[in-house]
């Protein structure tokens, strides 16, 4: 089982940028697509954005295209979220995921946005933008 460990959240202000990280543990990580999701109080946990096992093919929910990036170094078995103009919006615990198992094709937007495409989930880590 992979334990995946992120880090970086903390209190900003709106329009400031942060990152995130995600570490993951094994030798396997490079096989593996990564995703990110939030969940901000009383919602639902949503899917933030995905990367294909070589980073070749990214996926963003619509909420933050053009904002966050989603980038890994496979020698640092390291997923990252770059998050530019933060809005209170954005303020929720942030979770790295890997996929449940290696299928190594971009199966698209739908299958990395789905929950059920991961299977293993870090504890969290908890962003506040405030305004």
């Known amino acids: 089982q992979v334990h995946l460990i992120e880090s970086g959240g903390r209190l900003v202000q709106a329009g400031d940028s942060l990152r995130l990280s995600c570490w993951a543990s094994?030798?396997?990580?490079?096989?593996?697509?990564m995703g990110w999701f939030r969940q901000a109080p009383g919602k639902e946990r949503e899917f933030v954005a995905a990367?294909?096992?070589?980073?070749?093919?990214?996926h963003y929910a619509d909420s933050v295209k053009g904002r966050f990036t989603i980038s890994r170094d496979n020698a640092k078995s390291t997923v990252y979220l770059q998050m530019d103009s933060l809005t209170p919006a954005d303020t929720a615990t942030y979770y790295c995921?890997?996929?449940?198992?290696?299928?190594?094709?971009?199966?698209?937007?739908?299958?990395?946005?789905?929950?059920?495409?991961?299977?293993?989930w870090g504890q969290g880590t908890h962003v506040t933008v405030s305004s």
């Open positions: 990367i294909t096992w070589l980073g070749g093919r990214t």
């Open positions: 094994g030798d396997s990580f490079r096989e593996y697509a």
């Open positions: 995921a890997q996929e449940r198992r290696p299928v190594q094709f971009d199966g698209g937007f739908d299958y990395f946005a789905t929950e059920l495409t991961y299977a293993s």
